[in-house]
């Protein structure tokens, strides 16, 4: 049936290691996000409402928080950016795009910080009830992933300070932005589903 | 693209890179193995402890025990009795003073027992042995490459198993004892220490977990990534041996699964150390208990075909190659195992039925577990017929092959019982779900990895390990392993709960206490035999008898690789020109065709 010309040499395959990995550890990741969402989902409805009566005085953020969705969207589109910029061997460009990438998301982790001062002093903190425990660990859980992909941002403008970059090899970029947006996608679902809902 | 220069050179390695810190998959893999063994030896010994009270309850244990004289008099009468009265002289309160005095197992340490059995077992010994050990020491080898796609990766998943492992044994020492709630966990049993007692160990559990959590995520990808990305020329997805097939489906499920563990352990600690409640239900905006049952169970189904299907995987490669015949329906062994894989999520909800649930929704999840038994059976019958007029040669690996098919029909067999929702009334939280899960997971996995281990030690050292030994564990551990579980099923039909430490309390179960005494006994047969097993590893790797690089006549390529493997396994990357079970091929004057074996005539399709 098959014969020797037949054979499939994989000179290469169509994703890289490191981008196939990336991927897959994404697929972890959401279904980590899966089974808090759920958590989150099982409070919700299993509440008359939401928030429970022992809250009602609380109100989220909505439209500062809004602000902040805005300015993570727009990293994710300076990310996208910078690593366009790779690909055309614009190191310069690269550098630009990242530190405002960086920035951005410090600039969104330093707003939520903010807002969640503001909230605990308000009374809403991890004891009051699942609606504060949820929220806390949800909104947490992003942003220590933002934290931690601000953190391989400048790892990786690091690196491309250093000239370690260029349109041929730029895998330190390409399983970077794929974090990055993973990370600003998922943002959205959880403004809409804890803040608007 | 992967065949780099620089790993063919000579590689002069340290013994701390060689032997600890270690990059090669085959070094990782024999690091699982001992890691592994060492954690089944933890496991058994706990599982022995809790036996010997069920079957004597509230009597010294033999040996470190006091004699009754001690108990009754305080006359010192042997070398127990001696090292207990300086226990009980000493300032400080001892370990064993508190877990079990006199040498007779407290309740409350009893329940500790069986929660750290079984959180060992699934953890730390089948995981680890399966996925751990055989999947690094053979998916390089099996799918022809060089190493792991990530190495250093590969390194980190040993050394956070370890880490885990660390936590966990740490747990047996802290003030309170190590988590008592199942391993399961259950909730609010498990998230609030006011109902057992338990501080720190319930968090250290959960800590462990989330670690060995981490272990297995970096393991998985790089499993992943190594069998999409990494084959040898010519090793088609379909010419895959179907151990790799079923690691590659194992490190999806893996990866899949144990993050929901882990968002449920977040929440969990979160309980125990900040005050939330999202297991209690309180009267301000409280949560749900049951929320950690889908949770856990979410993973915990999956986790279950995690530990079976690696067995169903080197089950295969053991039947085929010792029936001679190429396996029965490679294809829909394949397919079957994806079904299996895919149908396990979708069936969390048949550990629940007794938790309170929407009557109709038990029926859903009843008929999705039923639909299991539609691909297993299709496995079944095609080991069935892969060995059906084969030259069946009864070497050890494959009597251990066969053990692992006729003990998972059991096992299968009683999990249809128990997935219909009425029998589940009566049965559930018996003694017979334990025998369903000891005959799938000791009866199914362990057989499989006993003969794994038998079947490859000629590739891992280079050398036999010793036959008569091998016979004599295996006919020992066949019989007593029955002997230790059959009869649950019966105390399990009788109303014997699980879990409990003095069923003599029940005047219901007072007439099984003979059964429960020869189950102990079996069990303590049952252990033993496993040092048999330990002792033959050990005196094989440097006293067996030398193999050659093919002592079985096997078609796949890690018996392509000299023996012992070196670094980067193959002088040359091997091309792969035919399925995986060549075996018996009609007009071949040899009974078996190497994958790497090149086209000389019309070649027979290898499924």
């Not at chain 1, 980590?32 to 928030?51: K, M, Q």
């Not at chain 2, 309160?93 to 508190?98: D, G, K």
């Not at chain 2, 969390?348 to 999705?368: A, K, N």
Request: contains cysteine; proline residues 5%.
């Amino acid at each position: 049936m098959e014969t020797q010309n037949h054979i499939d040499v994989r000179e290469r395959p169509p994703l890289s290691n490191a981008r196939l990995a990336i991927l897959v550890l994404l697929g972890a990741e959401t279904m980590l996000f899966s089974g808090l969402i759920g958590a989150f989902l099982v409070f919700r409805v299993g509440n008359v409402t939401w928030p429970p009566p022992s809250h009602i005085g609380i109100e989220l953020p909505r439209i500062v928080t809004g602000i902040n969705t805005a300015l993570l969207l727009i990293s994710g589109y300076t990310m996208f950016q910078a690593w366009r910029a790779i690909q055309k061997e614009k190191v310069k460009q690269l550098r630009n795009w990242l530190l405002i990438t960086g920035v951005l998301g410090l600039l969104f982790l330093g707003i939520q910080g903010s807002e969640w001062v503001q909230l605990i002093r308000k009374g809403l903190t991890l004891q009051s009830g699942v609606y504060g425990g949820i929220f806390y660990v949800l909104i947490g859980c992003h942003a220590v992933h933002v934290l931690s992909a601000v953190i391989w941002v400048f790892t990786v403008l690091g690196m491309a300070i250093a000239g370690r970059f260029s349109a041929e090899q730029y895998t330190g970029v390409d399983t970077c932005t794929i974090y990055w947006v993973f990370v600003v996608a998922l943002w959205p679902i959880l403004y809409v589903l804890v803040y608007l809902t | 693209m992967h065949d780099n220069e620089h790993t063919e050179q000579h590689h002069e390695e340290s013994f701390i890179s060689k032997y600890i810190f270690s990059l090669d998959h085959k070094m990782i893999g024999k690091q699982f193995l001992i890691y592994g063994l060492l954690m089944f030896f933890l496991g058994g010994g706990l599982a022995l402890l809790f036996r010997w009270q069920l079957a004597y309850p509230e009597k010294p244990l033999p040996v470190i025990g006091a004699s009754q004289q001690y108990m009754e008099e305080g006359e010192v009468v042997t070398g127990a009795d001696r090292m207990w009265e300086r226990i009980y002289e000493s300032e400080k309160e001892e370990w064993l003073e508190v877990n079990m005095p006199n040498g007779v197992v407290e309740p409350a340490f009893y329940n500790m027992l069986f929660t750290m059995h079984a959180t060992v077992m699934v953890f730390f010994v089948v995981v680890p042995l399966l996925v751990g050990a055989f999947g690094n020491f053979l998916i390089p080898l099996m799918i022809g490459t060089r190493d792991m796609a990530f190495p250093i990766l590969n390194m980190l998943s040993f050394w956070f198993a370890v880490l885990a492992a660390i936590i966990m044994m740490t747990g047996f020492f802290v003030p309170g004892g190590h988590a008592a709630a199942g391993w399961t966990g259950y909730t609010p049993l498990s998230s609030d220490a006011q109902w057992t007692g338990v501080e720190w160990g319930q968090i250290l559990w959960g800590l462990s977990l989330f670690v060995q959590g981490l272990s297995s995520l970096v393991g998985s990808i790089n499993y992943i990534t190594t069998i999409i990305n990494m084959r040898a020329p010519g090793m088609t997805f379909f010419r895959m041996p179907l151990v790799i097939w079923s690691l590659f489906i194992v490190a999806i499920l893996l990866l899949l699964a144990f993050p929901v563990l882990s968002s449920a352990i977040v929440l969990l600690v979160f309980d125990r150390l900040a005050g939330t409640t999202f297991f209690t239900a309180t009267p301000e905006g409280g949560g749900d208990p049951l929320l950690w049952q889908h949770l856990f169970w979410f993973f915990g189904h999956p986790e279950v075909y995690i530990l079976i299907l690696p067995g169903m995987g080197i089950a295969s490669e053991l039947i085929a190659v010792f029936s001679r015949k190429p396996i029965f329906g490679y294809r829909s062994m394949v397919y079957a195992m994806i079904a299996i894989a895919f149908l396990g999520w979708i069936v969390w909800g048949h550990h629940m039925f007794q938790s309170g649930m929407r009557p109709g929704l038990g029926s859903i999840f009843m008929t999705t577990t039923m639909l299991i038994a539609v691909p297993s059976a299709i496995k079944t019958f095609n080991w069935l017929g892969t060995m059906f007029r084969g030259s069946i040669r009864f070497t050890t690996p494959m009597l251990h092959g066969i053990a692992f098919v006729s003990m998972f029909v059991i096992g299968g067999l009683s999990g249809i019982y128990m997935a219909n929702t009425p029998v589940d009334i009566y049965v559930h939280d018996t003694y017979y779900i334990v025998a369903h899960i000891h005959y799938v997971v000791f009866g199914g996995s362990l057989f499989a990895i006993f003969g794994g281990i038998i079947f490859w030690f000629p590739k891992m050292y280079g050398r036999y390990m010793n036959d008569a030994l091998s016979k004599i564990h295996f006919w020992l551990t066949f019989i007593a392993f029955n002997c230790t579980f059959f009869p649950m099923h019966i105390l399990g039909v009788g109303g014997h709960m699980r879990r409990i430490s003095n069923p003599q309390q029940y005047e219901f179960l007072q007439g099984f206490e003979g059964m429960n005494i020869f189950i102990t006994m079996s069990a303590f047969t049952l252990g033993f035999a496993q040092l048999i097993l330990v002792f033959n590893f050990f005196w094989s790797i440097y006293k067996g008898k030398v193999a050659e690089q093919n002592p079985w006549h096997v078609t796949t390529l890690e018996w392509e690789a000299p023996t012992p493997v070196p670094h980067g396994n193959f002088g040359q990357i091997p091309t792969v020109y035919r399925g995986p079970y060549e075996y018996s091929v009609p007009g071949e004057e040899s009974d078996w065709i190497p994958q790497a074996q090149p086209e000389h005539a019309p070649a027979t399709s290898g499924d």
